[in-house]
DNA sequence: GCGACAG
DNA sequence: ATCTTGTCGC
């Protein structure tokens, strides 16, 4: 079952101010730990799909065991779009619905993946570390292209992997997950080191360049849209 | 000022 | 993100 998704009372409704949330929040990002163990425990798959025309946002949450990888929980959520598509402030338009299909779940999440960044971020302060903030969950970033950072290519073997800096600071890395395919952009959200987070990805990649984390939401929040605009409109 | 820019 | 068919290749 899909449940709703209301956007949060107070939830920025203009760039100054989603800007201003981010800078009082990110200070609240914790780096010290190292994080979940990969290959043990669960890991949950977030992502989001979208209809303009309707204004519409249907988020998924797929849980899967982190050593076998199959499916042990889902849950979805649908709603209004709750900000505009401004680079940067990504976090504001996904997490209310992102937020709904956590909260739906009948079992803790464990590691969340989102789609996109955490530390790697203008603020330092992407999607995955708001989310983490939010929820206090541990959380990492998984982006299909660098955003506005930059970087050497990886050598072509999976497993490699190189640095993506923000002047010194190592923010990311860029890290080949399937043999001479382009790289994954990997950050570190919340709670999680960049070593693991990478490690993380590299378990949860056996046959393809995107997770299973991610491709699991993916489909999901497609279908989920897709019920949702077939759902109250005249059979024809 | 102009372009680039996670999803 | 989304609009969109077939096609080349393992």
């Known amino acids: ?77 649908v709603g209004r779009i709750a900000f505009p598509y401004v680079p940067g402030l990504l976090a504001f338009r996904e997490l209310p619905a992102v937020c709904a299909a956590l909260d739906a779940l009948d079992r803790p999440p464990g590691l969340v993946v989102c789609d996109g960044y955490g530390l790697a971020h203008p603020r330092r302060f992407g999607l995955a570390s708001h989310l983490g903030v939010l929820t206090g969950l541990p959380t990492i970033g998984v982006a299909k292209n660098p955003f506005t950072f930059s970087c050497t290519d990886p050598a072509p073997t999976r497993g490699s992997s190189t640095p993506l800096r923000a002047g010194t600071d190592e923010v990311g890395r860029a890290l080949r997950t399937r043999d001479g395919v382009k790289p994954v952009f990997v950050s570190v959200g919340h709670r999680v080191s960049l070593d693991n987070a990478c490690a993380h990805v590299l378990a949860l990649t056996p046959s393809y360049r995107l997770p299973e984390t991610t491709r699991r939401a993916d489909a999901l929040c497609r279908r989920a849209l897709r019920e949702a605009t077939a759902a109250g409109r005249p059979a024809d």
Not at 14 to 29: F, P, S
Not at 42 to 68: K, S
């Open 1 to 77: 079952m899909t449940t709703i998704a209301g956007v949060p009372a107070g939830w920025p409704t203009t760039e100054e101010e989603a800007r201003a949330v981010q800078d009082a929040l990110r200070a609240r990002v914790v780096l010290d730990e190292t994080g979940p163990k990969p290959g043990t425990g669960h890991v949950t798959g977030v992502d989001v799909a979208y209809d303009d025309e309707r204004d519409l946002v249907a988020a998924a949450a797929v849980v899967l065991d982190a050593a076998t990888l199959r499916v042990v929980a889902e849950s979805t959520a």
